[in-house]
């Protein structure tokens, strides 16, 4: 005969999962094993991985309108945070890490173009920074959408 503990232990509710529903095993007694044994606890820190890993991929995509390597940090920092807490961050994680080595490589092979290519971005987005802002761009963008 089963006790409440064997099948509380047994049940799927009470083992960690990733976002594919594949159990998880965390070292007990560290930080993230106490917050996983409490459901609504459990959930929110996961919640708040989640959010926080995808700012910084949207900054990082934000970031892809310029020219050079100014895209990888943050988008390789908000896949290093969601593969924390998410088996299928762990392989994007791993080959987006294996692309922002080759672009490293690359930009330490021809460093010059690099740096033009990149300092060139920089000075585009400056100057669209400016142009939105001596143009009144947004509010034009506004008057015309009738918002």
Known sequence: MATMTDTADRSPS??????LGQPVE???GG??????SKPG??????LG????????????????????????PPVLLGLWIWSTEFRFAER??????????????HAKR??????????????????ALWAVGRYELVDQARNAAGI
């Open 14 to 19: 009470s083992k960690p999962h990733d976002g």
């Open 26 to 28: 965390l070292p007990r």
């Open 31 to 36: 930080l993230r094993h106490r917050i996983r």
């Open 41 to 46: 606890l459990g959930q929110a820190y996961r």
């Open 49 to 72: 991985v989640f959010v926080v890993g995808l700012a910084f991929i949207g900054l990082g995509v934000a970031l892809a309108v310029l020219p050079g390597p100014l895209t990888i």
């Open 92 to 105: 994007l994680f791993d080959s987006f890490k294996d692309k922002a080595r080759d672009a490293w490589s």
């Open 110 to 127: 021809h460093p010059r173009s690099s740096a033009l290519v990149t300092v060139g971005g920089l000075v585009a987005a400056g100057v």
